[in-house]
């Protein structure tokens, strides 16, 4: 990588931040299509978030991804949010347009093309059930219900926090169902046998734990299962749904697709489908 006097920077606000495979993607994009620019990690406490934004004005950085804690905690600080991702109430990509900082959440547009493309799922008139009621599901929620899914259930461990997000959803969505369900209630088993899509967004996978509250033995054969935990290998959940044929695939394409879906807000260049996802897992086998 040469850097010049015109470089521009991009990066990662988080904490932590060191985990992160975005550099990685981010880079290697840059390099293949020969744009002089660099993309680094900031770690960045939540102490400390209004100053990081502070420099980015300062320091005319071009644009930065978001990461967990300041997902929504930016969303004050930035001087316009897209109407997504106002909706979803996170962001996680901003540019710098010649001074005002613009939020986007590239987490949503990221994860409908990853179960469009990897699964096939088409969501015009299907039934979707989240697991868990954070920033993931919010995004997910949206962006599934403004494709024209027929409802969409969550089940989440605090059920309080799922009937508050259905009851933000419902005014923007009329014409899709929604329900909040708990894990411990009869009716938890009956949704999850007619779910045609089932979408694990809580974070029980990512130090390699098992999901206790998803029977795999209640879905149907048909029912597609989507796991955001991402691995360079395989999650829990995934191992265990391909054990019984399901089809289903863990978060590492959403990472790539979000990713992806930043490069084109900040370059205005479009990746070819899965340039992301293909370098990662070319990266996993160095
Ligand atoms: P949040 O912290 O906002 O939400 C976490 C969710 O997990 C909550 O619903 C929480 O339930 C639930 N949860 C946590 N522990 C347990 C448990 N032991 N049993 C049951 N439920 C539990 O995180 P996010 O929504 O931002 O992210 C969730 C996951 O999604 C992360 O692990 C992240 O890695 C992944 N992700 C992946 C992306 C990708 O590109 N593949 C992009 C974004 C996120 P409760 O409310 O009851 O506490």
Same mark, same amino acid.
């Given at each position: 990588?040469?850097?010049?006097?015109?470089?521009?920077?991009?990066?990662?606000?988080?904490?932590?931040?060191?985990?992160?495979?975005?550099?990685?993607?981010?880079?290697?994009?840059?390099?293949?299509?020969?744009?002089?620019?660099?993309?680094?990690?900031?770690?960045?406490?939540?102490?400390?978030?209004?100053?990081?934004?502070?420099?980015?004005?300062?320091?005319?950085?071009?644009?930065?991804?978001?990461?967990?804690?300041?997902?929504?905690?930016?969303?004050?600080?930035?001087?316009?949010?897209?109407?997504?991702?106002?909706?979803?109430?996170?962001?996680?990509?901003?540019?710098?347009?010649?001074?005002?900082?613009?939020?986007?959440?590239?987490?949503?547009?990221?994860?409908?093309?990853?179960?469009?493309?990897?699964?096939?799922?088409?969501?015009?008139?299907?039934?979707?059930?989240?697991?868990?009621?954070?920033?993931?599901?919010?995004?997910?929620?949206?962006?599934?219900?403004?494709?024209?899914?027929?409802?969409?259930?969550?089940?989440?461990?605090?059920?309080?926090?799922?009937?508050?997000?259905?009851?933000?959803? +419902?005014?923007?969505?009329?014409?899709?169902?929604?329900?909040?369900?708990?894990?411990?209630?009869?009716?938890?088993?009956?949704?999850?046998?007619?779910?045609?899509? +089932?979408?694990?967004?809580?974070?029980?996978?990512?130090?390699?734990?098992?999901?206790?509250?998803?029977?795999?033995?209640? +879905?149907?054969?048909?029912?597609?299962?989507?796991?955001?935990?991402?691995?360079?290998?395989?999650?829990?959940?995934?191992?265990?749904?391909?054990?019984?044929?399901?089809?289903?695939?863990?978060?590492?394409?959403?990472?790539?697709?979000?990713?992806?879906?930043?490069?084109?807000?900040?370059?205005?260049?479009?990746?070819?489908?899965?340039?992301?996802?293909?370098?990662?897992?070319?990266?996993?086998?160095?």
């Amino acid at each position: 990588m040469s850097l010049s006097g015109k470089s521009q920077i991009y990066g990662l606000l988080g904490d932590p931040v060191a985990h992160s495979l975005s550099p990685l993607m981010q880079n290697h994009a840059f390099q293949t299509h020969h744009i002089d620019a660099v993309y680094v990690p900031f770690h960045v406490l939540s102490n400390h978030l209004q100053a990081a934004v502070s420099g980015l004005r300062a320091l005319h950085v071009a644009g930065v991804n978001v990461t967990i804690p300041h997902k929504e905690a930016i969303l004050p600080l930035l001087d316009q949010i897209d109407s997504a991702a106002q909706l979803i109430g996170a962001v996680n990509t901003v540019v710098n347009q010649a001074g005002a900082l613009i939020g986007y959440n590239t987490d949503a547009s990221g994860f409908m093309r990853a179960v469009r493309q990897e699964l096939d799922f088409k969501p015009e008139g299907r039934d979707v059930l989240l697991l868990g009621a954070g920033g993931a599901c919010r995004a997910a929620a949206v962006t599934l219900a403004a494709a024209g899914v027929k409802s969409i259930v969550i089940a989440n461990r605090h059920s309080s926090r799922a009937e508050k997000l259905i009851s933000e959803l +419902i005014p923007h969505f009329i014409s899709v169902q929604f329900a909040a369900v708990d894990y411990n209630h009869n009716d938890y088993l009956e949704v999850l046998s007619a779910a045609d899509l +089932i979408v694990n967004t809580t974070s029980v996978g990512l130090h390699g734990e098992e999901i206790n509250f998803l029977p795999l033995e209640h +879905i149907k054969g048909s029912a597609l299962i989507y796991d955001m935990i991402y691995s360079l290998s395989e999650t829990p959940l995934i191992k265990s749904a391909r054990a019984m044929r399901l089809l289903c695939t863990h978060g590492l394409g959403m990472l790539a697709a979000q990713g992806e879906d930043a490069f084109f807000l900040w370059t205005g260049v479009r990746l070819p489908t899965g340039f992301m996802r293909q370098f990662l897992l070319q990266a996993k086998c160095k």
